[in-house]
């Protein structure tokens, strides 16, 4: 034990990490040990548990499940913004919907994911955008699907609330067409939110939906992967891109690895699906 907590043995760490990587893909490397530290003490004390061996024992107990996502929602970094890398939601507005929903009044669906949407200031930032561009969506087949691995920000997402301190980069005139204030800053109007869909998705695990994207937002998540679960990410969102479709990532990741040949560069950290196949992957 130290002022700051119980300590955290090598093999401690060495199995958290491991079930870490299982579960999300994200990749604890020694120089994380501290924050992993900081914050699962938070969460002994919340279980009133007196150090990590005690934890341990929960995590290969019949608590165990539930646990490793508690831990999963205590180690994601889940900071973001609204119009975070505006450049992404300008070239969305300007060149990548128009003609979209052009289709989209015509008959087409059209399907945006926000595919680590955190607490939903990008999935909202989306929303606003297409609403900006597609005044009349509500009477058009479009959605935008918004998931996390993280329940917490899932479930924070689909509240729609949030503070005037977070509302900061939206335009005024934005606020004012798609929120409305309430004591705790504002709250995304029922219009915005009646074509949102909010759910749990581990991007390494099983996608229950079988339709394509025309839009995929997947940024500052691939950065906590290591590389061969980044390949495989990039691939599958190569599947489930129609062609022509826009792939956003992180400014500090890079599309790399067999999935490059089926995306063409746009702009920075923005990529369109063409029309080579998927390589397989064995
Ligand atoms: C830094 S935030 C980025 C939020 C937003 N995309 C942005 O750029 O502002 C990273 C998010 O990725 C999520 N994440 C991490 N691993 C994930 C996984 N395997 N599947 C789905 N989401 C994951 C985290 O929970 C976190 O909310």
Partial sequence: MTSAGPLLSDVQFRKIAGLVYEDSGIILTEAKRSLLMARLNRRLRALSLPDYGAYCQRLDGTEGPAERRHLLSAITTNVTAFFRENHHFQSLARDILPPMVEQARRGRKLRLWSAACSSGEEAYSIAVTLLDVFTDAASHDALILATDIDPEMVDRAERGLFSEEAMKPVDPAQVKRHFQPVPAGYEANADMRGMMRF????????????????????????????????????????????????????????????????????????????????????
């Fill in 199 to 282: 759910a749990e998705l581990n991007l390494h695990g099983d996608w229950p939906f079988s339709g394509r994207f025309d839009v995929i937002f997947c940024r500052n998540a691939a950065i906590y992967f290591d590389s061969p679960a980044r390949r495989r990410l990039w691939l599958r969102f190569a599947a489930a891109l129609e062609p022509g479709g826009s792939l956003y990532i992180g400014h500090s990741e890079r599309l790399d690895g067999p999935a490059s040949a089926c995306f063409d560069v746009v702009g920075t950290t923005h990529y369109r699906r063409n029309l080579h196949p998927v390589p397989t992957t064995s």
